[in-house]
């Protein structure tokens, strides 16, 4: 083989070889369309808004811009609002928080003061009715045959003197009147003069104060005979 037909060889292989490069490639997008158009396109997998989009297709670029710069200016406002109401709501939580702790504390105090008021009180009642003890005892210490009446009665007085003081008032029924059950209790139904049903005797004297029942009466009920 001379020089020349080894050279026209590789000329041929070289042709050959790129006419098969063009033709895979033709094959490959044999299918693709020539021109494609952006009416075409296929947006449906794409949640479009059909008004929104004639309304920035007919719209000025310039007008549009304005309106999105005046949107974003809207949006600010609005977000710096929302976080002005979130700073205003945890300072209301915090004076909220306070409020309820100054509350506890108040209450604690007066729960406090209402417990010492009672116990001076009781300690001022205590030291009233000493008295009256004493003057019991000087009573019994007397000789047996001296008469300690009078003392006793000076005695009763001043331990009536304190129970008045305390707003304490003695329940003692007038035989002939009706019982109150709330103020006295009933023990026996006996015969007597007074009317069926009416208060017969009076047992044991009752006490109240403040319009609080301490101690009920004791009464009996008189009953007819029939």
């Known amino acids: ?73 809207r949006v600010d406002s609005l977000e710096s609002q929302v976080e002005q109401q979130d700073d205003d709501i945890e300072e209301l939580e915090s004076k909220l928080k306070r409020k309820q702790a100054e509350f506890q504390n108040y209450k604690k105090r007066m729960d406090k003061r209402r417990e010492q008021e009672q116990k001076r009180a009781t300690e001022d009642l205590v030291t009233r009715l000493l008295d009256v003890r004493d003057n019991l005892e000087r009573a019994l210490e007397q000789d047996e045959d001296t008469d300690i009446r009078g003392g006793v009665e000076s005695t009763l007085r001043q331990l009536d003197d304190v129970l008045d003081a305390e707003n304490v008032e003695v329940i003692d029924p007038d035989p002939g009147g009706d019982v109150v ?14 009317p069926d049903g009416a208060i017969a005797d009076v047992h044991r004297p009752g006490y109240e104060m403040a319009d609080k029942v301490l101690r009920e009466a004791q009464v009996t009920v008189s009953e007819s005979e029939e």
């Not at 292989?13 to 094959?27: I, M, R």
């Not at 021109?35 to 949640?47: K, P």
């Not at 059909?50 to 974003?72: C, Y």
Request: charged content about 40%; cysteine-free; overall charge negative.
């Open 181 to 194: 059950p709330t103020q006295h209790q009933v023990l026996a139904r006996v015969d007597s003069d007074q």
């Open 1 to 73: 083989m001379t020089e020349q037909d080894a050279t026209d060889d590789t000329a041929a292989t070289e042709e050959s070889t790129a006419s098969e490069a063009q033709a895979d490639g033709d094959a490959g997008f044999e299918d693709a369309p020539e021109d494609v158009s952006a009416d075409e396109v296929d947006l449906g997998e794409f949640d479009v808004d059909d008004d929104l989009v004639d309304r920035v297709a007919e719209s000025d670029p310039d007008d549009i811009a304005r309106e999105l710069s005046a949107l974003r200016t």
